[in-house]
């Protein structure tokens, strides 16, 4: 993953943690504020805050394996480049051989 991507996804986990430390305060300044209206949008506010922050936290633990996942991914092509090469190898043939005969019928 190039640096600039991984920059710009963690600049987005930055501003939508700002997001919702804003939203957080915003509840709070209004919590005396009385009315249904407002009650309710208040509660629907807290719900999504809520179903945000599950999601950025998720998010975070996705990048984390998937980063993980590669690193782990890299040091196995640079200890064995001979076993990948004949993965590699192998999917190719059988791709060309699964090919060659979907297309002579």
Request: aromatic share 6%.
């Amino acid at each position: 993953m190039s640096s600039k991507t991984e920059a710009a996804r963690e600049k987005l986990f930055d501003h939508l943690k700002t997001l919702v430390e804003d939203i957080e305060e915003l509840l709070k300044a209004t919590a005396e504020q009385s009315g249904d209206g407002i009650s309710l949008l208040r509660d629907r506010l807290l719900q999504s805050l809520e179903q945000g922050r599950q999601t950025l936290l998720q998010g975070r633990k996705i990048l984390q394996a998937s980063r993980d996942g590669a690193e782990t991914a890299i040091s196995y092509a640079q200890e064995k480049p001979w076993a990948v090469f004949g993965v590699a190898l192998g999917a190719g043939t059988a791709l060309a051989f699964f090919l060659l005969n979907k297309f002579r019928r």
